[in-house]
């Protein structure tokens, strides 16, 4: 399979990576200046973007210019000359007719064409607007906290540019079979709207007629809360079975007053609803136990038990874990990123007994231009001199130069 | 493809309903008094479960006691069954060798099987303890509040589970070339680590060895954040580019203050980087704007701008908006859920121009146990009565039922 990519930001970079990381081969197409993400921060002193080398992984670039007839002629070209059964063109590009699925598969007739967009009526939504119009940041953060709270993590995104790997694979298949293209369209709106409704967030308010409300670190309908050891140190700590919530009442030695509280209150917190309705107790109780030891001794006496925790961690601690031989993660590996040096980088949580498969690093921007233009266009190095020239074509090109 | 999953939660309900939407046939596997989670909150008030019905639209249920030898032998035989190129076994059981690649792939050689888990070690890990040990609740909320904010919305379980479906995808086109099976992992754990590390946040502590801080609802590195209008209507203000910039400018007629401020400051806010940096200074001006006119006007004004924008919605507004013409959306669709009734449902917001999609019900516990020990094992009605007198199946189950 051969990607041709026109993206930015993260869905569609994401969703190229992911296909690269299944084994297919990406060129990502380049605007002359880069595109519109090329210096979005997290940046390193010298200017290099830590978040667009991570999101660009394992591909190839070829910096074109795609206000030009010869530029757009190279990408048209790169994509007619994919061998039957491999092109797939991913872009969250709009307004491109150029880049359409119907010029396309014009010079491609077994094209897959994905289109991300905002909205599927082509209209612009980013990750931070479908998140606020679908519901998540009136229920997020501290009881009683008045504000919306949006999240920093881009999840639709991420499910986006997931969402659109999984159409190329799912097309593909297809395609293998009937010898057919297909045209896959997925929306960030959408996305979010359609998670909502999957997870009863949407039914609960029209079926049920229930305005959720801010219940801060606690999990809705379940018993599992943040606790603060001595030292400082912090915990997520869930019990979601009867197994679980024994484990807590044994490890916190709370058996005697929790009976109490459940005789006195007619409550039976062997049953989950039962448990949240009172967490605020409950949880206070439990809090005595964790407030009277340090971090280190509460972990050590969880480890015993069935319960599902993890202590708090900034970054900069995951990443110290990670280095520690605790936290060593097979999925981890060191990169030599160009422009940004040796990291930590991941490669897929996705794992197939049939492909092992190990991190590579993101390209600089434009550096295959040359070779994509002679192996796979095979053009001469007096055609490729003449692009450079007349400045369809570009790179290699170092972010952090001045 | 027939998927059998033997699932409880998000992720891997996720995935399995995921497949059934590009057009695979599901059957839960539904112990004899549910999984899990099947009566996770929310809860209607005769007690079903929202949540359950979102996550398993589409499929069959049969329900079998998998403790006993005669229930794990109808899932094997169901396995075994499977038309050659069409197995797959979808779970996040653990501990359970019967279910095994090992035990299936040997009544099943082309089986593909995808184990979702916690940790790739094989210990337990939920979508709230992966959030708090990679970072992102240190970092989520209002700037200077001092505890971690979990997220309401399963970030990590929604891209498992999509990730998963995506293996089962890869691994299928994989089988129809070769007729081999494949053994796909997953670990929540790894999907999380995994982004943490494509988005940069991991590089950014470890290359540039900066903890990042909680900046509220604007967003890092560019310029966009929450606005109140006099109404007390808030939307939600994205400023990517250098033209939403300049329309942002122009709809709040602040060009004068912001010039005179880029002056004093010398600052150039037409580059990211400054419009970050003094973010709250002009924040505080367009809040101004905002400040002085009710979300009505405000929203009309920004209607013929670049900026992408969206109000703030809660889940009951969100479903008023898609209930009104302004906010009617295609994937959406009324299904008559059993036990629950008629309510506004998702279907993908995945579409390929080669095959609609609508949404279905998700099936009552147990609905197609008869149908497919009959239909898929070839089952006289005897036998079936037996395996019912024996309970090692059951079915179907109203879950309101008292």
């Avoid at 007619?80 to 491609?108: F, H, I, K, M, Q």
């Avoid at 030292?231 to 030695?253: I, Y």
């Amino acid at each position: 399979m051969r990607v041709i990519e026109v993206s930015s930001f993260v869905a569609a970079p994401l969703g190229g990576m992911t296909l690269s990381q299944l084994g297919a081969e990406v060129i990502r197409v380049d605007p002359l200046d880069g595109a519109a993400d090329t210096r979005r921060w997290p940046l390193t002193k010298s200017g290099a973007s830590l978040y667009w080398a991570g999101l660009n992984k394992g591909k190839r670039s070829l910096m074109v210019n795609m206000r030009s007839d010869a530029g757009r002629a190279i990408v048209r070209d790169l994509v007619a000359t994919c061998p039957a059964g491999t092109a797939v063109v991913l872009t969250n590009a709009v307004g491109r007719p150029w880049l359409s699925y119907d010029e396309l598969s014009a010079v491609c007739p077994d094209l897959i064409h994905v289109q991300i967009e905002g909205r599927s009526d082509g209209s612009p939504a980013v990750d931070y607007t479908v998140n606020a119009e679908v519901g998540f940041p009136m229920v997020t953060g501290p009881a009683g906290h008045g504000d919306p709270v949006n999240h920093v993590l881009p999840a639709w995104d991420i499910a986006c540019g997931l969402y659109a790997a999984l159409g190329v694979s799912a097309a593909a298949r297809r395609r293998a079979a009937t010898g057919e293209g297909d045209q896959v369209r997925v929306a960030l709106a959408d996305v979010a709207l359609a998670m909502a409704g999957n997870l009863g967030f949407l039914a609960e308010a029209q079926v049920n007629n229930v305005q959720r409300q801010r219940i801060g670190n606690y999990l809705y309908g379940g018993f599992a809360r943040d606790f603060t050891c001595s030292d400082g140190g912090r915990l997520m700590v869930v019990a979601l079975t009867g197994r679980h919530w024994r484990d807590l009442l044994e490890v916190t030695g709370m058996h005697k007053p929790v009976a109490a509280l459940e005789e006195s209150l007619r409550a039976d917190f062997s049953v989950e609803d039962d448990r949240f309705e009172y967490r605020e107790v409950l949880a206070g109780l439990f809090q005595r136990w964790f407030a009277d030891r340090p971090m280190a001794e509460v972990c050590h006496a969880l480890t015993g038990t069935s319960l599902v925790w993890s202590p708090y961690r900034s970054f900069g601690q995951a990443v110290q874990h990670l280095q520690s031989s605790d936290g060593a993660n097979p999925i981890m590996s060191i990169i030599d990123q160009p422009d940004i040096g040796p990291h930590l980088a991941p490669g897929s949580p996705l794992t197939f007994a049939s492909a092992p498969f190990d991190a590579e690093p993101a390209p600089l921007l434009g550096q295959h231009t040359r070779a994509i233009l002679a192996d796979d266009l095979g053009l001469s190095a007096e055609e490729i001199e003449g692009l450079h020239r007349d400045k369809a074509v570009a790179g290699p090109l170092r972010r952090s130069s001045p």
